[in-house]
């Protein structure tokens, strides 16, 4: 088993940054491929990044390339998430998750492991 717990959301104006941070306990968690989601209110789960079990590979959504940076630090078990130049459209709840598989993915049912979520307001 695997616990996953968000921190670093809050309110930030149009243009600022955050840095989201995701805690795991419990199994390896060297070995697991990490991944960031979000959802915005009435819409669907969606991918925003992912990273490799070493830290070597990362894949982001289109509209986050170039804005945000995924990291993980595998002697502290956390994966972050530095996110800059934010937008409105960036507001949504934000879930970190793990995947036991190789590989990196897109999918929400292709991670094992949620977190509770963080919430990310942009405001304009």
């Known amino acids: 088993q695997v616990r996953l717990v968000e921190s670093g959301g809050g309110l930030v104006q149009a243009g600022g940054s955050l840095r989201l941070s995701c805690a795991a306990s419990?199994?390896?968690?060297?070995?697991?491929?990490m991944g960031w989601f979000r959802q915005a209110p009435g819409k669907e789960r969606g991918f925003v990044a992912a990273?490799?079990?070493?830290?070597?590979?990362?894949h982001y959504v289109d509209s986050v390339k170039g804005r945000f940076t995924i990291s993980r630090d595998n002697a502290k078990n956390t994966v972050y998430l530095q996110m800059n130049s934010l937008k409105p459209e960036d507001t949504a709840v934000y879930y970190c998750?793990?995947?036991?598989?190789?590989?990196?993915?897109?999918?929400?049912?292709?991670?094992?492991?949620w977190g509770q979520g963080t919430q990310v307001t942009v405001s304009s």
């Open positions: 990273i490799g079990w070493s830290g070597g590979t990362t």
């Open positions: 419990g199994r390896t968690f060297s070995g697991y491929a």
């Open positions: 998750a793990a995947r036991t598989s190789t590989g990196l993915r897109v999918g929400v049912y292709e991670y094992d492991y």
